[in-house]
């Protein structure tokens, strides 16, 4: 068996942790690029939203390398999200792919531990040393990518952090033990935290909500992060496999999760829509109103959480004066076009800023 | 005065209308709906709604336009399940549609935005009654009434679809309590299964009066709603999990029962361009469709710039396309028999 799963952001930090614990062999496919983009497109129904071209395309490239099983979560709807692996298992059928698909699904993930783990013959607490690896890893580096994109554009002195965040990173791909990973957080931490940095409100803050996938995988944003930091803005971004994962798979979690995310969007939008909808709402109020100048909304061609969402942050940005862009994402790969529209709208909100700044001098 | 209740003329109207109009007609409402989908309400839908939302959505935003200064209280119920089963439910737009439509369109009167959650709990339809006539002030024994009367009403009405009437006629039989009679069918020679959800197949104006077209070309039409309820729930046990939203199931079900029975000689599957269950729904009937030797198979998307020609040219060119296959089909027959 060689194992493989399709990218999602840093999804694959966990995955590629855990199956190290647990010994099991594995294969890691290329990010999601150009070539994945291309290979999902053959498949994928005509309509079908960009996360799944680029997944199945990342599933055909672990396959064409010699994977032979594959390693999805599926899920209950109504994003369309949940039935991608059902329906890419169809497709791949059809054009001939022989493979086996792990699914972990509502209900099913701990059954298919429980097969992972009688395959391997390993010990329990090893099963769970894997998970706590993968999950202190995962985190790690998004707590290390959260610094980097808020605090990198307020530093006085950027270059040392920047140097900083290389050496935590080589560490942490070396890092196997949960102890050394929890150090090389608190370092980080401590580490903003003395450093000499500019008051938050002399920086651009933006923040960006979306979909899933395109919030984590850089080649489904156009690598918006990147542009962003490399002008020297500061990034407000709540979505991370580390926020997002306990609260799907812990059923303790879900509710009050839930609850929580309906009071913040209320009266905007009253019921969940499934897959982020919800969340790019409640995170937009919340984050406008305490520590972005504007928010940008990303999310793929033919969304339809999202673009219920869009119609709420319409309303929400008339009614508390936040500058909000809403960007769809087809499957055209034009950097240029996209950047442009981000360039423009950020100089608004800087004459927005820079206005106000005079009006309170 | 008697008050008047709203009830936009598209989605789940084709389905549900005469169940709401006999209930609040019963409870002494005026029942007022918009009118039939036209330039008017697309124009209006346009104006109003998100860009990136899908031709039915859009044309709901332009209905609830038009209505909403001639109504006292406008009904756009949360459709959230309405059938025991996983755990199915609506897309997502049709869960938030009364979220959009506030978002996006000022000036709305009262709005009733009861969910109706009929997959969960006992006798959730009663209970739904009771709290939508809950908030319009109607209590006990009158409430008890109206919901028999509309269960009946929708009844009939739904047994009037399964006779393959089109729904329009089915509406207006069903409420005024006038016999329905089945339209003549000219002698026809193609079946076809148009298949999709009940806002394209039965709104005219979207679907550029195929149904009409269709009869007068010889075919007769099958629609989802003309499969056999116990048949349609019987379906996709081969589905590796069902789909999550509740049309797309109907669909997909429907799709499988013609192919199983063998009673079309074709399937149409219409949709709305952007609609996002549709590109899953699409590909599953298409691989259905080849497993049974081949069905022929065709997908009209619909848009906001529908022209009549094209849709026409492209279906004149399906049915003739089918006509000869089945000439060559019957040459091979006298040949070899």
């Known amino acids: 068996m060689l194992l493989s799963f399709p990218h999602m952001g840093k999804i694959h930090l966990a995955l590629a942790e855990a199956l190290q614990v647990l010994e099991i062999p594995y294969l890691l496919p290329a990010a999601p690029g150009p070539r994945s983009l291309l290979l999902g497109q053959e498949l994928a129904p005509e309509g079908s939203c960009l996360p799944f071209c680029l997944v199945l395309g990342n599933m055909r490239e672990a396959l064409d390398l010699g994977a032979d099983t594959i390693l999805m979560l599926g899920g209950s709807g109504p994003c369309r999200f949940g039935y991608f692996v059902y329906l890419a298992e169809q497709l791949l059928r059809q054009a001939g792919y022989q493979t086996e698909f792990l699914v972990i699904d509502n209900g099913r993930h701990l059954r298919n531990l429980i097969t992972l783990k009688k395959k391997q013959q390993v010990p329990w607490t090893y099963l769970l040393k894997a998970v706590q690896c993968g999950w202190h890893k995962v985190l790690t580096e998004e707590l290390l990518s959260a610094l980097e994109r808020e605090y990198l554009a307020q530093a006085v002195n950027p270059r040392p952090f920047r140097e900083k965040l290389v050496q935590w990173r080589s560490r942490l791909v070396s890092a196997h033990e949960i102890p050394e990973m929890i150090q090389i957080r608190q370092e980080a931490e401590d580490t903003v935290k003395r450093m000499p940095r500019y008051p938050a409100s002399e920086v651009l803050r933006v923040g960006l909500v979306g979909d899933i996938y395109t919030m984590l995988e850089p080649f489904a944003n156009n690598r918006i992060e990147e542009f962003l930091i490399g002008k020297g803005i500061s990034i407000v971004k709540t979505m991370a496999v580390s926020t997002w994962l306990p609260n799907i798979l812990l059923p303790w979690k879900r509710g009050s999760y839930r609850q929580n995310l309906l009071q913040q969007a209320y009266p905007y939008l009253r019921y969940s829509v499934g897959g982020f909808g919800l969340e790019s709402v409640a995170h937009t109020r919340n984050l406008a109103l305490r520590k972005v100048d504007c928010m940008i909304q990303l999310f793929p061609m033919g969304c339809m959480p999202e673009i219920v969402a869009c119609s709420a942050l319409n309303k929400l940005g008339q009614d508390e004066n936040i500058p909000i862009l809403s960007i769809t994402l087809d499957q055209h790969d034009s950097r240029t076009g996209f950047e442009t529209r981000v360039e423009a709208f950020l100089e608004m909100v800087e004459g927005i800023k820079v206005n106000k700044k005079a009006l309170c001098h | ?337």
Request: hydrophobic share 40%; proline share 6%; glycine share 8%.
């Open chain 2, 1 to 337: 005065m008697e008050m008047t209740i709203g009830f936009p003329r598209t989605l789940f109207y084709f389905l549900y209308y005469p169940f709401w109009y006999a209930f609040f007609t019963e409870l002494g409402f005026k029942v007022v709906s918009s009118d039939p989908t036209n330039r008017s309400s697309l124009d209006l839908g346009m104006r109003e709604a998100v860009n990136d939302a899908c031709l039915p959505i859009k044309l709901y935003h332009g209905h609830v336009t038009e209505l909403k200064d001639k109504v006292d209280i406008l009904f756009m119920p949360r459709m959230v399940s309405i059938r025991k089963l996983d755990r199915e439910t609506f897309c997502p737009k049709f869960l938030g549609l009364p979220d959009m439509v506030r978002n996006s369109i000022s000036g709305l009167p009262r709005v009733i935005d009861q969910k109706v959650d009929l997959g969960r709990g006992v006798f959730p339809l009663w209970r739904l009654c009771q709290q939508v006539a809950g908030d319009l002030n109607c209590r006990g024994w009158p409430v008890w009434r109206a919901f028999q009367k509309a269960r009946r009403m929708q009844k009939t009405f739904t047994d009037y679809l399964a006779a393959g009437i089109p729904a329009h006629q089915a509406i207006e039989a069903a409420i005024t309590g006038r016999a329905c009679q089945t339209p003549e069918y000219p002698p026809s020679d193609v079946r076809l299964a148009i298949l999709g959800y009940p806002y394209l197949i039965y709104d005219s104006f979207v679907n550029v009066c195929l149904f009409e077209k269709l009869a007068r070309m010889g075919i007769q039409t099958f629609t989802v709603e003309m499969v056999p309820s116990e048949r349609l729930n019987g379906q996709g046990k081969n589905l590796p999990k069902n789909l999550f939203w509740n049309f797309s199931n109907r669909t997909v079900q429907a799709a499988y029962y013609y192919l199983e029975e063998e009673k079309t000689d074709g399937i149409i599957h219409m949709t709305a361009f952007g609609c996002g269950p549709d590109a899953m729904v699409d590909k599953l009937m298409e691989l259905e469709a080849k497993k049974h030797g081949g069905v022929p198979f065709i997908t009209l998307s619909l848009d906001e710039h529908t022209g009549e020609a094209g849709v026409m040219t492209r279906i004149e060119a399906f049915v003739d396309m089918l006509r000869l296959r089945r000439e060559r089909h019957e040459d091979i027959i006298s040949r070899q028999g």
